[in-house]
Nanobody
Framework: QVQLVESGGGLVQAGDSLRLSCIDS????????MAWFRQAPGKARDIVAA????????YYADSVKGRFAISRDNAKSTLYLQMSSLEPEDTAVYYC??????????????????WGQGTQVTVSS
């Protein structure tokens, strides 16, 4: 069973950096494709970044390219999202997600089977 727990959210100012973490307590972490999604108030949940099981492939939404970096440490069963140059538009609840047999960096929300509870990121101007 995969259980995802996010941490690292908070209130920051525009231009600041923040790192989110997602720990997977399951036993199949090394085969999972993983991703970060986010949902702002009144909006749909959207892809932020995705990563393949071994970290060899990544995907980024256009809005975060060059500012955010997704990575994983399979030895620690942990997924990261390093966020830099944060903007007020980045304010949202950020969710960690996982899918089995993650060969590719898959940005499709409906393909993800496991979800964390979310962590709030608020960027003030």
């Amino acid at each position: 069973q995969v259980q995802l727990v996010e941490s690292g959210g908070g209130l920051v100012q525009a231009g600041d950096s923040l790192r989110l973490s997602c720990i997977d307590s399951g036993r199949i972490h090394n085969t999972l494709g993983m991703a970060w999604f986010r949902q702002a108030p009144g909006k749909a949940r959207d892809i932020v970044a995705a990563i393949s099981w071994n970290g060899g492939k990544t995907y980024y939404a256009d809005s975060v390219k060059g500012r955010f970096a997704i990575s994983r440490d399979n030895a620690k069963s942990t997924l990261y999202l390093q966020m830099s140059s944060l903007e007020p538009e980045d304010t949202a609840v950020y969710y960690c997600a996982a899918r089995k047999f993650g060969i590719d960096a898959n940005p499709t929300l409906s393909d993800y089977e496991y979800w964390g509870q979310g962590t709030q990121v608020t960027v003030s101007s």
